[in-house]
């Protein structure tokens, strides 16, 4: 089975990639489905993540409040190293299982979408590396756009993560994602055909 790991920042369009992929027939996992399945209640992620960062991260009805997790993080690094040393673990174990069950029923590729793909340092559990690519205006406009944020509001979300020509620079394939929808989806089944079936 073939592992395509499809990255990209933010907003530049890897959920729309793995929609079209998905119709082309591409089994996709999502990895930020599974990291919020790895923290339900009753996993041991959860009871690790409470014990580390207290009951105050729980949500009314025992769930992991992202939210408050996240500015915990946002403003402490060590916090946000103690989390991941909990939560990429068993999220790593999750995909690896989802991706042994798509081996034994045959599926001949699967995608993997990770916004952090390279960041996790989960490139090495992939047979490729598909970067999505947007300019950094075209993001810009594409995260005010969705988020309704302003455009400085939107600067800082991308200062915060790795620069897109960085990630760019680590993909075996660079879809460009910069034109209209229907130029992508064009795109995408050209790449698609060369590796589909
Ligand atoms: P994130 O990781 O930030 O959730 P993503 O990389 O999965 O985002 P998408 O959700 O696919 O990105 O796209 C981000 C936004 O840009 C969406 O509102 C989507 O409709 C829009 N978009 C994606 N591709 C294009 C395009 N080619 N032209 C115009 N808008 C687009």
């Given at each position: 089975?073939?592992?395509?790991?499809?990255?990209?920042?933010?907003a530049?369009?890897?959920?729309?990639?793995?929609?079209?992929?998905?119709?082309?027939?591409?089994?996709?996992?999502?990895?930020?489905?599974?990291?919020?399945?790895?923290?339900?209640?009753?996993?041991?992620?959860?009871?690790?993540?409470?014990?580390?960062?207290?009951?105050?991260?729980?949500?009314?009805?025992?769930?992991?409040?992202?939210?408050?997790?996240?500015?915990?993080?946002?403003?402490?690094?060590?916090?946000?190293?103690?989390?991941?040393?909990?939560?990429?673990?068993?999220?790593?174990?999750?995909?690896?299982?989802?991706?042994?069950?798509?081996?034994?029923?045959?599926?001949?590729?699967?995608?993997?979408?990770?916004?952090?793909?390279?960041?996790?340092?989960?490139?090495?559990?992939?047979?490729?590396?598909?970067?999505?690519?947007?300019?950094?205006?075209?993001?810009?406009r594409r995260v005010?756009?969705?988020?309704?944020?302003?455009?400085?509001?939107?600067?800082?979300?991308?200062?915060?993560?790795?620069?897109?020509?960085?990630?760019?620079?680590?993909?075996?394939?660079?879809?460009?994602?910069?034109?209209?929808?229907?130029?992508?989806?064009?795109?995408?089944?050209?790449?698609?055909?060369?590796?589909?079936?």
């Amino acid at each position: 089975m073939n592992i395509i790991g499809l990255t990209g920042g933010i907003a530049s369009g890897k959920s729309t990639v793995s929609r079209i992929l998905e119709r082309l027939g591409a089994v996709v996992i999502d990895a930020d489905q599974l990291a919020r399945e790895a923290v339900m209640p009753g996993t041991s992620a959860h009871r690790s993540i409470v014990a580390a960062f207290g009951e105050g991260i729980l949500l009314p009805d025992g769930a992991i409040d992202r939210k408050a997790l996240g500015s915990i993080i946002f403003a402490d690094p060590s916090a946000r190293k103690r989390l991941e040393s909990i939560t990429h673990p068993a999220i790593r174990e999750l995909a690896e299982r989802h991706l042994a069950e798509l081996r034994r029923s045959g599926v001949p590729v699967a995608v993997y979408m990770a916004a952090l793909l390279i960041e996790a340092g989960a490139t090495d559990r992939v047979d490729e590396v598909w970067v999505v690519y947007v300019d950094r205006e075209t993001q810009v406009r594409r995260v005010m756009a969705r988020d309704g944020l302003s455009r400085s509001e939107a600067e800082q979300r991308l200062a915060a993560q790795m620069p897109m020509e960085e990630k760019a620079a680590r993909g075996q394939v660079v879809i460009d994602n910069n034109g209209t929808p229907e130029e992508l989806e064009r795109r995408i089944e050209e790449i698609w055909s060369k590796i589909g079936r």
